[in-house]
């Protein structure tokens, strides 16, 4: 399936930012992935730039991943 599973452990389960997130960089990384993301409710370009951040550091230490 091209869309890895994802589910949400605790909080709010109607707050999908972390299983999205995860989602993702499980799909770029071909790995499984655990994401706890407690940033306050912002706007959608916040959430971007702090996945973008991720992928930067993935890309420039990817032994640590």
Same mark, same amino acid.
């Given at each position: @399936? %091209? !869309? %890895?599973? =994802?589910?949400? $452990? $605790?909080? @709010?389960? +109607? @707050?999908?930012? *972390?299983?999205?997130?995860?989602?993702?960089?499980?799909?770029?990384? *071909?790995?499984?992935?655990?994401? =706890?993301?407690?940033? %306050?409710?912002? @706007? +959608? =370009?916040?959430? $971007?730039?702090?996945?973008?951040? !991720?992928? &930067?550091?993935?890309?420039?230490? %990817? &032994?640590?991943?």
């Amino acid at each position: @399936d %091209p !869309i %890895p599973v =994802s589910t949400a $452990l $605790l909080g @709010d389960m +109607s @707050d999908t930012t *972390s299983t999205g997130l995860a989602q993702r960089l499980a799909r770029k990384t *071909s790995k499984q992935v655990f994401v =706890s993301y407690n940033l %306050p409710n912002t @706007d +959608s =370009s916040f959430t $971007l730039l702090v996945e973008n951040r !991720i992928k &930067e550091e993935m890309e420039a230490f %990817p &032994e640590k991943f």
